[in-house]
């Protein structure tokens, strides 16, 4: 019986196993608190370009306002994405240049889709307020899309 406990412990689980489990958890938490940091500096940074109080426009189920607010959450989330994954291999620096990247990311993002609102004259404040769906917040939603991937690929 000892000798059968004895062959089942030592089952194809390397020396070290736990401290690279535990390191391994460990980096996954850290980067989830950077991914939802950079989440929330991104929803704000959303927010406080486009006209009228997005959390509130969302709240009180404007449907453009929605519209808006998830395709920027999503761009904003595939450049975080994009800026951990390519982060460097080793935690501190990896952390550090996720950090940078998805604030990079972040303000490049915004500026590029306010640009884009501006060249094409839409009228996003009015846009988001309206009560019934607008079809310009599919514009707004898939330039926010698009630039999102387009900042998530340069990164990479």
Do not use: C
């Amino acid at each position: 019986m000892t000798t059968q406990l004895a062959a089942v412990s030592n089952i194809a689980l390397p020396a070290g196993f736990g401290a690279d489990l535990g390191k391994g958890i460990g980096a996954i938490a850290l980067y989830a608190i950077i991914g939802l940091v950079l989440m929330l500096i991104g929803f704000y940074a959303i927010d406080w370009t486009t006209p009228g109080k997005l959390s509130d426009l969302v709240r009180t189920g404007k449907p453009n306002a929605v519209i808006v607010t998830a395709s920027g959450m999503l761009s904003m989330a595939l450049i975080i994405v994009v800026a951990i994954y390519f982060s460097a291999s080793d935690l501190t620096a990896g952390l550090i240049t996720s950090v940078v990247y998805g604030l990079i990311g972040i303000v490049v993002q915004v500026l590029a889709v306010r640009t884009l609102e501006w060249v094409t004259k839409l009228d996003v404040g009015s846009t988001i307020q309206d009560d019934k769906f607008a079809p310009a917040s599919v514009v707004v939603a898939a330039v926010h899309i698009a630039l999102g991937l387009i900042v998530a690929v340069a990164i990479s």
